[in-house]
């Protein structure tokens, strides 16, 4: 499962529910079919809870939306907090240089000397840009993910090489 994003609270007494994009285009999540939804974003493939998407529109710097058998505030509530995701089959190809986030968790990170800086565990959205989070042991890096610093993603090899010395 790609997570693609959390929800963050009901929205209005209808049931919708509130949605914080881990994306740049959630507008698409509108035309799947079905969402998959679970309260931790480590849930196993098969333990995510597969609901029918009834409505779904942009609303601010997220999303707004209406799943089936959720049909008031009431029934949003416990949902506060779940996390969105979809089996790889249901989402788009991602474009020349650029990657789903769960595709770049666990690469190795490596810096122009080829010294090992860790594996990504995850993440971070700024608002800016993104940011690697690699751990090597007790040390945690966090890497702009741009272009200044990533140099080049190797899919294949699972790995990263930037441009970022071992003891920054």
């Known amino acids: ?89 249901f989402l788009p190809r991602p474009e020349e240089n650029e990657y789903y986030w769960g595709d770049l968790v666990g690469m190795a990170v490596r810096n122009e000397a080829g010294e090992l800086l860790g594996e990504v565990t995850g993440l971070l959205s700024t608002g800016a840009h993104d940011v690697l989070q690699a751990q090597d042991g007790d040390t945690e890096r966090l890497i702009p993910f741009v272009s200044a610093y990533v140099l080049d993603v190797d899919p294949a090899a699972r790995s990263i090489r930037v441009a970022w010395h071992k003891d920054w």
Not at 50 to 77: F, M, P, S, W
């Open 1 to 89: 499962m790609i997570v693609l994003g959390r929800i963050t609270a009901p929205f209005g007494v209808k049931g919708w529910l509130k949605i914080q994009s881990f994306g740049d285009d959630p507008l698409s999540w509108g035309k799947m079919p079905h969402w998959w939804l679970a309260p931790e974003s480590e849930t196993p493939d098969g333990q995510w809870a597969q609901y029918v998407l009834c409505g779904c529109r942009g609303h601010g710097k997220g999303l707004v939306a209406c799943l089936e058998g959720i049909a008031d505030r009431n029934a949003a509530e416990p949902f506060s907090g779940w996390y969105i995701a979809a089996p790889r089959e």
